[in-house]
């Protein structure tokens, strides 16, 4: 699929003159791929498209097509009619060395799910070396009574782990951006739920998130960015989607995107560019490698995550704000067979310089990643005597380490994450 952590959009207008302009600011904002369109063979010059897919192959932009042809309408009652226009559809553009694979659709009720699981299963056959690239709803009850048309939560969880064919788990929540906790609840379920799912069907698990404000949504802050995107990581996500980086023209209600209406970069772009490039350059190559083992809250315990005490690992043997900041804890598997374990300050607006991490010194050999190939040993790192290493729990702080602890203290701003090699 990709050689890079997937960074990608969701569309807001159908392929034009203007969007091929606009390749090289998603390279400047820190994109590794996007979706692209619509593209309907009525209506648009298919050398537009191939002029499109070519830009982004000059600005290293992997993309998902979305042709009206590869949409699932029809895929379950004419299959030989859905084979046919896919046929086209990838005569037309799937050998473009720029295209990762064709967009199936977005959001399937119960109505859809057969559509869809006959198209992916057509596009999967016609085209091995392509990835099909569906986007599932948000499952929270009172978004989408009753869940989507399977009734209950249990039904819509069953059907979709025995059924589901995608090669990647996709789906948007946007609640984290209501400024609630009813809202922050309902993001961590989802990502609870969908990193259950995604694990059982052995699949990746990509999120959407949000990046501009509508509806009841704010558009995120700097620090909600930031915020979104590591609680994203931390929950077991190795791909994200925004929804969306460019403004939707004269959309009422429709604010605050990195990019306006108009194709230029607002104030906000630098908010995203920052942290995507901060991003790729430090710790991406190694979260595209992660599978998600255990994720914890400390601290408050958001979406029915559990909150992590003391013999929950052998590794890290505590976490703890004095600031009584939230805190996430994750600990991973790398395809190499590491493991890794990564700490984020799950607040959006408290800066916390007083968080502790305790690592079990007989255990594991902590290495922190930073980036562009500088990284750092724990142990060697923060001495003994280092004035912003201290326990508060020991009577003597002078002495931090012993045979098997070792605390550190870290300074997180709000939603700022670590990562550690053990």
């Known amino acids: 699929m990709l050689d890079k ?73 004419d299959p030989d009619g859905y084979r046919a226009r896919f ?30 699981i006959s198209a992916m299963k057509i596009q999967k056959e016609e085209a091995p070396e392509l990835t099909p690239f569906l986007n599932l709803l948000p499952i929270w009850s009172d978004s989408n009574p009753p869940y989507m048309g399977y009734e209950t939560f249990d039904n819509y969880v069953r059907y979709i782990k025995e059924n589901y064919n995608a090669p990647i788990l996709s789906y948007d929540r946007y609640t984290q951006m209501c400024g609630t906790e009813v809202g922050d609840e309902i993001y961590f379920h989802d990502m609870r739920v969908y990193n259950d799912i995604s694990k059982s069907l052995g ?6 998130l949000l990046a501009a404000g509508h509806w009841e949504y704010k558009a995120p802050a700097e620090e909600e960015v ?97 600031k009584d900041t939230d805190m996430i804890l994750s600990f991973f598997t790398h395809k190499s067979g590491d493991k890794y374990v990564a700490v984020m300050n799950n607040s959006k607006t408290v800066n916390d310089q007083n968080f502790n991490i305790t690592f079990n010194r007989k255990k594991c050999d902590p290495y922190e990643i930073r980036g562009e190939g500088i990284g750092r040993s724990v142990y060697a790192t923060y001495p003994n005597k280092d004035a912003h290493n201290f326990d508060p729990r020991r009577e003597n702080n002078t002495e931090l380490a012993d045979q098997e602890r070792y605390t550190v203290n870290l300074w997180a701003c709000a939603g700022q994450m670590y990562l550690f090699k053990l």
């Open 5 to 77: 952590f997937p960074i990608l959009a969701w569309p807001t207008e159908a392929v034009s003159e203007k969007m091929i302009g606009e390749v090289k600011l998603w390279k400047e904002l820190g994109l590794t791929a996007n979706i692209i369109g619509s593209w309907n063979e009525q209506k648009h010059d298919k050398s537009l498209m191939l002029r499109l897919l070519d830009e982004c192959e000059k600005y290293d932009i992997k993309v998902f097509v979305s042709d009206t042809r590869t949409l699932w309408n029809g895929a379950s009652t």
């Open 87 to 116: 046929r086209a559809a990838y005569k037309d553009f799937g050998k473009h060395p720029a295209v990762l694979g064709f967009y199936v659709g977005d959001e399937p009720l119960k109505k859809h799910i057969e559509d869809v």
């Open 226 to 322: 930031r915020w979104q995107f590591n609680t994203a990581l931390a929950g077991g996500c190795t791909g994200i989607i925004w929804f969306t980086v460019k403004d939707i023209p004269f959309v009422a209600n429709f604010h605050g995107t990195p990019i306006d209406m108009f194709g230029n970069p607002t104030p906000r772009f630098y908010n995203f560019s920052v942290l995507h490039k901060k991003f790729l350059a430090s710790t991406a190559d190694t979260f595209k490698d992660l599978k998600l083992d255990e994720c914890y809250h400390v601290g408050h315990s958001y979406g029915g995550y559990p909150l992590f005490k003391e013999g929950d690992s052998d590794l890290v043997l505590d976490l703890k704000s004095l």
């Open 203 to 208: 699949v990746p698990m990509w999120t959407c």
